[in-house]
């Protein structure tokens, strides 16, 4: 199973990106799929997930900037990040949740992609 993530590159602070993962619409397919992040140094820690029928679930640090969204015909997910802060800095990582419900447990995923680097200046 491959995840394909995209989008990721160097901002200034206040900026946006759109961070874009493709996975085959049979892997994604009744799943919810989400977003983590891994900077240097600390932990894999959760971003937003989606529900295979919406209902978005974000991590306290990204709500009000981030917003995530999915093209379920496609097998996409998307992370449209704005006001971007430099400490939005890591590794992006998507993943394909275990069942239909969005969750922010690690534990939860099946499927990760290789991650995108995301560098926002100060």
């Known amino acids: 199973v491959q995840l394909q993530a995209s989008g990721g590159g160097l901002v200034q602070a206040g900026g946006s990106l759109r961070l874009s993962c493709a996975a085959s619409?049979?892997?994604?397919?009744?799943?919810?799929m989400g977003w983590f992040r891994q900077a240097p140094g600390k932990e894999r820690e959760f971003v937003a997930s989606?529900?295979?029928?919406?209902?978005?679930v974000y991590a306290d640090s990204v709500k009000g900037r981030f917003t995530i969204s999915r093209d379920n015909a496609d097998g996409k997910v998307y992370l449209q990040m704005d006001i971007l802060k430099p400490e939005d800095t890591a590794v992006y990582y998507c993943?394909?949740?275990?069942?239909?419900?969005?969750?922010?447990?690690?534990?939860?995923?099946?499927?990760w992609g290789q991650g995108t680097q995301v560098t926002v200046s100060s």
């Open positions: 989606i529900g295979w029928r919406g209902s978005p």
């Open positions: 619409r049979r892997t994604s397919s009744n799943n919810a």
């Open positions: 993943a394909v949740a275990l069942g239909p419900i969005a969750t922010s447990r690690f534990d939860g995923y099946r499927y």
